[in-house]
Structure formats: C-alpha cells, structure tokens
C-alpha cells in the first residue's frame, strides 16, 4: 500500500522515459512513420543520417517543457516581443538528411519556415546528436534544459570550425536570440516547484529589472 506522503516520490521515481532507436532507416520509411503517427502522436521523432529515434516523454518532461514555454510567454508579453510559436512542430529538410520535433520552438520577429530558437528537455541522453541536427535545420540557436539547469548554444556560421566538437555551436551565457532575457531569473523560477508561484515569481522579477534597472 502506497502512503500519501510517499506519492510524489513514487511518481517521480515511476516516470521513466521510454526511447527507441534505429539505424539503416531511409528517408521514405521516416516520412511514412511520421503520417501513420499523425499531427497528434504525443511521440517525438528525430532522423539524423539513417538514424531513427523515437521518444515517448515522461510526465516531468512534458512538464519542464510546458513550464519553459509558460515563462517565456510572460516574458514575450511583458517585453513585448513579436514571436511566433511553432511548439514541437516537425521540421525537415531531405536534402540533409535531418528532420526533428523539438520540445519547443520560436520565431522571433518574423514568421519563418524554420525557427530561430529550440528547446530540448533532456531527461534521458539518446543517440542522435542534436546539435548536428539542428544546425542542419538552420536553427539559430538551441536550449537544453537538463538537471534545473539551462545550456545555450548559438551557431557560428562564420568561424564553424572553430566549434566542431559542438557541430558549430558555441556555448554562450547570455542568448543572442533574446539578449534582454534574465537567464538567472528564468532558472531560478524553472525550479521552484510550484507552477503558479513560478509564474508570479518571474513576472515580478522582470518587473522589478524593468522598472528599478
């Protein structure tokens, strides 16, 4: 018998993530899997050069990454930033053999095929490099969210080389996406537990810096 004030620990220890991958897979077998799962699959897939990954998110995943998004709503409509949500739309391009559904994805200032900004909840390391793949998708610079803590990424397009071991990426501590966002404030609220006091929290925060600098 489970007690109550032992439930929250057993879910969090019951929530695992489940995670399929598979190689020598063709760009016509990803694209036919892709519509047989349709728009709705709570599924996330990702292809990368014959490799096929297919992740069922756990609920504290779904969970970092709704809260993620949550907060830079606040921070969108309070800065009064145009932006574009594309969520966890799927984004391909054959002819680079990549194709990937992010947790979260943004344009900033105008609406484009591509986005310029993804979020990835890593709860569990799978075998697909992402970096790779969204430089391949022309993503400008990408979020990881593992361990309360965040890692940003931006690509270097004029120095790659530089950056190989990061598929061209540099690990930067301020967003160039968003250079007025507060990282600090948005890490700290990312881990208070509670949604709503989460949300109160950075939408004062961001009051606070707007008005007293």
């Known amino acids: 018998m489970v007690l ?11 929530d695992p993530e489940e995670r399929r991958v598979l190689s020598w897979v063709s760009w016509p077998q990803y694209e036919a899997l892709l519509a047989d799962m349709g728009e709705s ?29 949550d907060l830079l709503l606040i921070y969108f409509l309070e800065a009064e930033i145009q932006y574009f949500p594309m969520g966890s739309t799927t984004l391909k391009k054959p002819e680079q053999k990549a194709g990937g ?16 900004l993804a ?16 430089r391949r998708l022309g993503v400008r610079e990408v979020w990881f969210w593992q361990k309360n803590r965040l890692s940003l ?8 080389n530089r950056f190989a071991e990061t598929a ?16 600090e404030l948005l890490t700290r609220c990312l881990q208070i537990s ?3 006091a989460a949300a109160k929290t950075f939408r004062q925060g961001f009051k606070n810096k707007f008005f007293y600098g």
């Open 41 to 69: 699959s709570a599924y996330r897939v990702h292809f990368l050069d014959g490799v096929l990954e297919i992740l069922a998110p756990s609920r504290n995943h779904e969970s970092s990454k709704t809260r993620i998004g």
């Open 168 to 183: 061209g990426y540099e690990l930067i501590q301020k967003s160039e996406v968003l250079p007025d966002l507060d990282l």
């Open 4 to 14: 109550l004030n032992d439930l929250t620990n057993r879910i969090t220890l019951d």
């Open 101 to 116: 559904e992010p947790d979260e994805s943004y344009c900033i200032g105008i609406d484009k095929e591509f986005p310029d």
């Open 153 to 160: 990424y931006h690509q270097r397009e004029e120095t790659p």
């Open 119 to 134: 979020i990835e909840v890593i709860v569990t390391s799978g075998s697909i490099n992402r970096l790779e793949l969204y």
């Open 194 to 196: 509670n949604p709503l």
